[in-house]
C-alpha cells in the first residue's frame, strides 16, 4: 500500500499527553480530514497494525516504551454549522477554544470547561466535567465514523448512554468526529466571570502548575459508602471526591520517582520530574491499595492507561 505523507514513523509523545510522559509511538499521524483519518485507519488495517485515537492526551497514561501501533491524532478545528439552537463543532477542537467562541457569541453553558487541556471529542468520549456540570447536559447528537466499515453513525443524546465519566464510545470504540450541541444566549460578563473564577479556583491550588492529568480517580457515589466511612465527608451531587478518600490516608505529597500526589489535590499526580509511567502507576496502585485497607472502597481510574 502506498506510503501516506502525513504518518510519520518512531515519533516522540512527550508533548502529545499532559503527563509529558517520554514515550514514542512506531508510527504517528495528525490528521485534518475525514478522508485523511479514513486512510490513516485502511493503512493501519493493511499493515496489521493496532490503532489508537488521540485528542489532546489529557487523560491518558502511555504506559510503555513505544506504541506497537499507530497513534491517529484527530485534528479537525473549525465550526462546521451554527443554529439558533445548536453548533455543530469539531472533536478535535479544544474545550478552550471552543469556551473562548461561546464567550464571543455569548453562549452560556461551558463556563466549567476552563481550564481543562482537553479536546471536544476527548470530553464527549469520557463524559467530562467540572464543578458539577459534564458534557452530558450540552451534547444533542454525536457522529462517528465506525473504524471497521469507515461509515458514519449519528448518535441521540440517548443513544450516547452518558453515564458519569461513561459514554457508549467506551465501549463501542467508534471514532467520534463532530458533536452537535446546545446553545443558549447568557450574559457575557457573567459568562467571563464564571469562566474566570473556575479557571482561578484552578491556578490557586497549582493544579495547572505541573504536567498532570486533572483528577486520576472517578469520585465515590456516596450512597455505595457506609456511614462510618464517610464521616467528615462533603457529599456534591451524590459522590464524594476521590480526593478526600486518599486525603484521610494521608498520602499528599507521596513520592515514587519523579511522580508525587499533589500537596494541594490528592486526586491528582503531577510529573514533578521526569516521571516514568511505571512511577505513576505505582502511585495509583498504591493510592487503591491504601483506600481499600481503610475504606474497603475500590477506586476506580477516570484516566485512560493505554498498556503496551
Known amino acids: 500500500m502506498k506510503a501516506l ?3 510519520k514513523k518512531d515519533v516522540s509523545l512527550e508533548n502529545y499527553n499532559t503527563f509529558r510522559i517520554k514515550t514514542k509511538a512506531k508510527y504517528f499521524a495528525i490528521v485534518s480530514t475525514k478522508k485523511q483519518l479514513i486512510k490513516s485507519l485502511r493503512w493501519a488495517k493493511a499493515h496489521s497494525l493496532p490503532f489508537f485515537i488521540l ?3 489529557s487523560n491518558i497514561l502511555f504506559g510503555g516504551k513505544k506504541y ?5 491524532k484527530i485534528r479537525n478545528q473549525r465550526i462546521r454549522k451554527i443554529y439558533s439552537k445548536t453548533i455543530i463543532v469539531p472533536a478535535g477542537m479544544m474545550l478552550e477554544e471552543l469556551l473562548k467562541k461561546f464567550i464571543e457569541m455569548g453562549y452560556q453553558g461551558l463556563e466549567w470547561a ?4 482537553g479536546t471536544i471529542g476527548g470530553a464527549v468520549f469520557g463524559n467530562a466535567g467540572s464543578f458539577g456540570k459534564e458534557m452530558s447536559k450540552i451534547v444533542k447528537r454525536v457522529k462517528t465514523i465506525d473504524p471497521e466499515t469507515y461509515q458514519e453513525k449519528i448518535y441521540s443524546l440517548k443513544d450516547c448512554q ?7 464510545f467506551k465501549k463501542n470504540k467508534e471514532i467520534i468526529w463532530e458533536i452537535e450541541i446546545f446553545i443558549k444566549k447568557g450574559e457575557r460578563k457573567k459568562i467571563i466571570q464564571q ?3 473556575n479557571r482561578n ?4 491550588r497549582g493544579l495547572l502548575k505541573y504536567p498532570s ?3 486520576v480517580f472517578k469520585n465515590i457515589f456516596a450512597k455505595e459508602v457506609p456511614k462510618k466511612h464517610r464521616k467528615g465527608a462533603i457529599i456534591k451531587g451524590g459522590k464524594i471526591s476521590a480526593g478526600w478518600f486518599i486525603d484521610q490516608c494521608h498520602l499528599k505529597g507521596k513520592k515514587c520517582g519523579g511522580a508525587m500526589i499533589a500537596e494541594t489535590h490528592a486526586n491528582i499526580i503531577i510529573n514533578s520530574g521526569r516521571a516514568t509511567a511505571k512511577n505513576i502507576l505505582d502511585l495509583i496502585n498504591f493510592c487503591k491499595e491504601k483506600v481499600y485497607q481503610k475504606f474497603k472502597i475500590e477506586l476506580q481510574e477516570e484516566i485512560i492507561v493505554i498498556h503496551y
Open 213 to 215: 492529568a486533572g483528577s
Open 55 to 57: 485528542g489532546n492526551g
Open 5 to 7: 505523507s502525513w504518518i
Open 114 to 117: 476552563a481550564g481543562i487541556p
Open 162 to 168: 452518558f453515564k458519569y465519566r461513561e459514554s457508549i
Open 201 to 204: 479556583y484552578k491556578l490557586q
Open 195 to 197: 469562566a474566570q473564577e
Open 68 to 72: 506497537p501501533g499507530i497513534v491517529i
